[in-house]
């Protein structure tokens, strides 16, 4: 069973940055872990990617520049580094991942979460 536990959320000021992390168990056929976010009354949005073995990250257009997606395959553990962070970046932040072959984009295509954090940027 794949059991994600993310953590890293809080309140900064914009420009400020904030480092998620995501701790994965039971992780032996996962193939891609990733991280999304979701603002109020907005879907939940695609933001990076990687293969936690062979740490080849993969990135939104909105999130390429400022953000980060690294691992850690010793702690079972994947990253997001927010650099710049602006009051738009405000939202819930969920890593997520799947044994897909390929990088679903799409939040309904993995199928474990974690539980999500709350980050807020103020101006």
């Known amino acids: 069973q794949v059991r994600l536990a993310g953590s890293g959320g809080g309140v900064v000021q914009a420009g400020d940055s904030l480092r998620l992390s995501c701790v994965v168990s039971?992780?032996?056929?996962?193939?891609?872990m990733g991280w999304f976010r979701q603002a109020p009354g907005k879907e939940r949005e695609f933001l990076a990617a990687?293969?936690?073995?062979?740490?080849?990250?993969w990135y939104a257009e909105s999130a390429k520049g400022r953000f980060t997606i690294a691992s850690d395959s010793a702690k079972n553990t994947v990253y997001l580094w927010m650099n710049n962070l602006k009051p738009e970046d405000t939202a819930v932040y969920y890593c997520?991942?799947?044994?897909?072959?390929?990088?679903?984009?799409?939040?309904?295509?993995?199928?474990?979460w974690g539980q999500g954090s709350q980050v807020t940027v103020s101006s």
């Open positions: 997520a991942a799947t044994t897909q072959t390929y990088i679903p984009t799409i939040s309904d295509e993995w199928p474990y």
């Open positions: 039971g992780r032996a056929f996962v193939t891609y």
């Open positions: 990687i293969n936690p073995d062979s740490d080849s990250p």
